[in-house]
């Protein structure tokens, strides 16, 4: 078996339990989608992996120095673009923009 072959095979492969493994939740819960548990977390869970995340990517910076500055200043702009518009793909884009400017000048 030659080399494109087998790659194209490999990624047909893996493509196909990528598809079953997002589908499989749906197929198999369907009956209990309205259950007030799924609904429940459904809810909240975003926002509690979000803090998760931002929790995660803070972990190694020393909050009073200042080099954790631009990465505080950047998520406090995604707050308060949030707030203010709330519109998720503003806020997400607004603070990664503002952000990667900081670091192109040598801030960031």
């Not at 493509?15 to 209990?32: D, I, N, Q, S, W």
């Not at 200042?66 to 995604?78: D, I």
């Not at 990664?96 to 900081?102: E, K, Q």
């Amino acid at each position: 078996m030659n080399e494109f072959w087998y790659l194209t095979s490999v990624i047909a492969v893996l493509a196909g339990v990528t598809f079953f493994t997002r589908v499989l939740p749906f197929v198999l819960l369907y009956k209990v989608a309205d259950h007030p548990l799924l609904t429940h977390l459904g809810r909240f869970l975003p926002a509690m992996v979000m803090v998760l995340l931002v929790v995660y990517s803070f972990k190694n910076d020393a909050a009073i120095s200042l080099e954790f500055a631009p990465e505080m200043g950047c998520l406090l702009l995604v707050a308060a673009l949030h707030l203010a518009f709330r519109q998720s793909l503003l806020s997400i884009v607004g603070g990664t923009a503002v952000y990667m400017v900081l670091v192109q000048m040598g801030l960031g």
